[in-house]
């Protein structure tokens, strides 16, 4: 039986070509600032966004995490949406790394407006935390997959910059929105000051996201990736992998999208299926009729070789990547007829 692992983007294996770039790798100890590989990475993704300076680290939940670190003191506040990355999966890191509350914007599908951030300034008065920092994600993973337009960002920008707020993008999937709407990274880059990419989703490197800012804000990232336990030594291995993913994989994401878009499309004639978010990228979230049960559906689809995840109450979120095939979404197709 053929495997088709929908869960998630982080499921992709290196390529025969990924592992040949990675074996290859001019490294040395990064602790010591020696490894070419990793430095070339850095200088490299903060060049693709305009920014200053990168910092290469194991996962998107520490550059998230060391955003949030950097951009605020203890007792501030962020401004960023109830479906977000930083509240929903980090272990509740904000509070206890930064010591920072968050405000959850009620936004659609995860996505909110320059208004929005507005509304939810504290006043300057000692009762309230002190607003600091506004963080949005692009795509939108619990939103299925959603973009934000560039425009709708320089609004929240300069609503941010105006009232002294930091911005930070968490851009684990930002390759995602961008080749759907051919913006430039560069324009992405003058309205954060941090912006997180991760290497191990869609664009298929095994390990690894990078923090973006000034070069000022990733000295303090760096101070901060050391106290995490995130200091790496070869890590150029991996750097290699990510380098080989930003010149490979990044065009092929539309691919994934048309994929997800085939998926949805199967489900949408199944009468136990109530809702489907439309599809902007690579995650298709299904609602299934209660009557029926999610459990039902995955059980049915796993006895097939086809894994999706729970994502909260009579839903399934689908990841199309690098290792789903046409074949693979054919084969769905008929296992459900
Ligand atoms: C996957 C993901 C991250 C980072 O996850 P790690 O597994 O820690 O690399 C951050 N934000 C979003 C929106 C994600 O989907």
Redesign the pocket.
């Known amino acids: 039986m053929m495997l088709i692992d929908l869960r998630s983007d982080?499921v992709t294996k290196p390529t025969p070509e990924m592992k040949e770039y990675m074996f290859s790798a001019d490294v040395g100890d990064d602790v010591f600032g020696e490894d070419k590989t990793v430095i070339q990475l850095e200088e490299k993704i903060a060049g693709m966004f305009g920014l200053n300076a990168a910092l290469f680290c194991p996962?998107?939940?520490m550059t998230?995490q060391i955003a949030l670190r950097i951009n605020t003191e203890p007792q501030d506040e962020v401004i960023c949406d109830r479906t977000s990355?930083i509240y929903n999966y980090e272990g509740g890191g904000a509070a206890y790394n930064s010591m920072v509350s968050l405000r959850l914007l009620n936004g659609e599908r995860g996505r909110f407006t320059a208004v929005d951030v507005e509304e939810n300034i504290n006043p300057d008065d000692i009762h309230f935390p002190k607003t600091s920092l506004v963080a949005l994600?692009n795509t939108v993973?619990k939103g299925g997959g959603c973009y934000y337009k560039l425009g709708t960002i320089k609004a929240i920008s300069a609503a941010a910059k105006s009232n002294n707020l930091k911005m930070h993008l968490?851009g684990?999937?930002i390759f995602n929105a961008l080749v759907e709407t051919r913006e430039s990274p560069k324009d992405y880059g003058k309205c954060f000051d941090t912006i997180s990419v991760?290497f191990?989703?869609g664009l298929g490197a095994p390990v690894g996201?990078a923090i973006l800012g000034t070069h000022e804000s990733i000295k303090k990232a760096r101070r901060v990736r050391k106290v995490l336990g995130g200091a790496m030594r070869q890590s150029g291995y991996l750097a290699a992998a990510a380098i080989y993913a930003l010149d490979n994989n990044i065009d092929r994401l539309k691919s994934d999208h048309k994929r997800a878009k085939s998926l949805a499309t199967i489900f949408e004639t199944k009468n136990y299926v109530t809702d489907i978010l439309s599809v902007e990228t690579n995650i298709v979230i299904l609602s299934i009729d209660p009557s029926y049960g999610s459990t039902r559906l995955l059980d049915e689809l796993q006895s097939n070789g086809i894994l999706a995840v729970p994502f909260g109450k009579n839903t399934i979120r689908f990841v199309t990547h690098l290792d789903i095939t046409d074949d693979m979404i054919n084969e769905i197709e008929i296992v459900l007829k």
């Open positions: 982080t996962s998107g939940t998230n990355h994600e993973n968490d684990a999937r991760c191990s989703k996201s």
